[in-house]
């Protein structure tokens, strides 16, 4: 077993604990039963287009990845949407976002841009993207607020869901914890190299100047027609399932950004934090907790199949490159 293997087993071992845990946790909450029932009441048609629409969502980020990088040459945009594809594929797999950090490398190995150049545009996509889902989410706050807070004061969310949200919690906070004790402590084994001339930090600033403001401008405006078909696959699913929530707007808003968090932990392969966000925050909205289980599967489900056709032939043809990315690292 490589080195790389033995820092890697402590935390994918404590990810598959916990996440068996919170799964079986929400199991014996919601009762196979009603959960059967749930499943039962599931429109396939709906549920199909929920595909496309979310489809849509994932192909505008990458998208805006290549257009992020538009300002250190013209990569083929088939290429840099073949690398955004994998990587979000690999990020279904890895915890802390990992699929990113193969993008860096795959965008240097295939496109030949920089370390610098490479870290800014995936930074740019991502972290614009959270931006304008932030700004959506507190507009929508501002205007269905209301209405939901007066709907949570009569909705008894019960000791079962709080025990289960400080579980979650616990776990996903341990995982975070680890992994990234388990990295510190590598790069201090590891032997130390000669610092380049000019410092990450210093590469990261020329890079962000070499952007421009009408590339972010352009970036933004797409981010925010992202967000839009999101919350829209969101919404479609809702039908799927038969849920009338209400307001259904800001519930997918809620439930796009928790389950974006509870991911970036526990990977989407598991399905528990997926799982545990979203009965924690449709139970806000009075949704029980056998649909709420049977929506998050669903959400499982559909998350899984666009990933695994946009990013499955992509992810085929780099298998051998990844392999040589690995051995390097």
């Not at 916990?18 to 048609?45: C, K, N, T």
């Not at 287009?49 to 257009?67: C, Q």
């Not at 421009?212 to 078909?229: H, I, R």
């Amino acid at each position: 077993m490589s080195a790389a293997s033995h820092r890697r087993w402590p935390s994918l071992l404590l990810q598959l604990l916990g996440s068996g845990l919170v799964i079986l946790l929400l199991v014996r909450h919601a009762e196979l039963d009603r959960l059967r029932d749930a499943m039962a009441m599931v429109d396939p048609v709906w549920l199909v287009l929920v595909l496309p629409v979310r489809a849509v969502a994932v192909a505008l980020h990458e998208l805006r990845l290549w257009l992020a990088l538009r300002p250190w040459g013209t990569p083929p945009v088939g290429r840099v949407l073949g690398v955004g594809f994998t990587a979000g594929l690999a990020n279904t797999l890895v915890p802390l976002r990992g699929g990113d950090v193969l993008a860096v490398a795959l965008l240097r190995a295939e496109c030949g841009v920089s370390t610098a150049a490479a870290v800014t545009a995936v930074g740019v996509a991502s972290v614009l993207e959270a931006l304008v889902f932030g700004v959506v989410l507190m507009l929508l706050l501002l205007i269905q607020g209301a209405a939901w807070a007066a709907g949570v004061a009569e909705i008894d969310l019960g000791t079962a869901l709080r025990d289960l949200a400080l579980i979650t919690a616990a776990v996903t906070m341990g995982a975070a914890a680890l992994v990234l004790a388990l990295r510190q402590l590598h790069r201090r084994a590891a032997p130390k190299a000669e610092a380049p001339p000019a410092g990450l930090l210093a590469r990261l600033a020329d890079a962000g100047r070499g952007l421009g403001l009408s590339t972010l401008a352009w970036n933004g405006a797409l981010a925010f027609v992202q967000v839009v078909f999101f919350l829209a696959s969101m919404l479609v699913l809702f039908r799927a399932m038969g849920l009338d929530v209400a307001p259904a707007l800001l519930a997918a808003g809620m439930l796009q950004a928790a389950g974006s968090l509870a991911a970036t932990v526990l990977p989407q392969t598991l399905g528990a934090g997926q799982a545990a966000s979203t009965v924690l925050v449709l139970a806000s909205f009075g949704v029980p907790t056998a649909p709420a289980l049977a929506t998050a599967a669903m959400l499982w489900a559909t998350h899984q199949v666009v990933t695994l056709l946009l990013g499955g032939v992509p992810l085929w043809r780099r298998l051998g490159r990844l392999v040589e990315l690995r051995r390097r690292a």
